[in-house]
Nanobody, 117 residues
C-alpha cells in the first residue's frame, strides 16, 4: 500500500472551480478520484494511468473535471470547473500501488467539497 493525502476541498458557489490534490508517498500505478455523499454509495469520478495518460471520467463530470498527475511529485490533481450543488461530497483519492489492474488498494482520508446554490 501507499499513503495518500488529499487537499484542496472547500466551500464554493455553483459555477465556481476548485483543484484537489493528492500526494502519494511513492510512485503508484493507476490513481483515481471517488466521491461519497452521506447516505449514498461511493461514486467513481475519474482515473489516470501511471504515465499520465488514459484518463477516464464518469459521465456526470465529463467536460467539467480534468484529472492529471505530476509523476515527479507523485501527485494527482482533479481540476473541477462549473461546479454544481450535486458535486457536493467527500472526495477520496485512491491508488493501485502494486498492479496496473484490479481493485484500488490504497485510499486517502478524503477532502470535503461543498457547492452552494
Amino acid at each position: 500500500q501507499v499513503q495518500l493525502v488529499e487537499s484542496g476541498g472547500a466551500l464554493v458557489q455553483a459555477g465556481g472551480s476548485l483543484r484537489l490534490s493528492c500526494a502519494a508517498s511513492r510512485r503508484t500505478f493507476t490513481m483515481g478520484w471517488f466521491r461519497q455523499d452521506p447516505g449514498k454509495e461511493r461514486e467513481f469520478v475519474a482515473a489516470i494511468g501511471w504515465s499520465g495518460g488514459g484518463a477516464v471520467y464518469a459521465d456526470s463530470v465529463k467536460g467539467r473535471f480534468t484529472i492529471s498527475r505530476d509523476i515527479a511529485k507523485n501527485t494527482v490533481y482533479l481540476q473541477m470547473s462549473n461546479l454544481k450543488p450535486e458535486d457536493t461530497a467527500a472526495y477520496y483519492c485512491a491508488a493501485r500501488s502494486t498492479k496496473v489492474t484490479g481493485p484500488y488498494d490504497s485510499w486517502g482520508q478524503g477532502t470535503q467539497v461543498t457547492v452552494s446554490s
